[in-house]
Nanobody, 121 residues
Framework: QLQLVESGGGLVQPGGSLRLSCAAS????IGWFRQAPGKEREEVSC????????YYLDSMKGRFTISRDNAKNTVYLQMNSLKPEDTAVYYC??????????????????WGQGTQVTVSS
């Protein structure tokens, strides 16, 4: 059974950094999503498992970095220069295609439980 476990969320001051982890039960493409209160869930970044190609939401480029450790089946989201508007629950997910990223959250069938990120002074 495909399982995902996120960790690494917490409270950080503006300008600070956090690294989120997503431990998977196998080798898959992993998308990171976030959902703020009253807002739709949006895809932040994704890394494929076919060639490790990456995708970032434009507003994240230069601040967030996605990477993977294949030996641990773990994908990381390094978040730097955090802003209060980055506050959200962050989820990792595996797409229906398993190894290829998708631009639609509706094509992700497997989700982790989420981890809260709060950026506040």
């Amino acid at each position: 059974q495909l399982q995902l476990v996120e960790s690494g969320g917490g409270l950080v001051q503006p300008g600070g950094s956090l690294r989120l982890s997503c431990a998977a039960s196998g080798h898959y493409a992993i998308g990171w999503f976030r959902q703020a209160p009253g807002k739709e869930r949006e895809e932040v970044s994704c890394i494929s498992s076919s060639d490790d190609s990456t995708y970032y939401l434009d507003s994240m480029k230069g601040r967030f970095t996605i990477s993977r450790d294949n030996a641990k089946n773990t994908v990381y989201l390094q978040m730097n220069s955090l802003k209060p508007e980055d506050t959200a629950v962050y989820y990792c997910a595996v797409p229906r295609a398993y190894h290829y990223c998708s631009g639609s959250l509706y094509e992700y069938d497997y989700w982790g439980q989420g981890t809260q990120v709060t950026v506040s002074s």
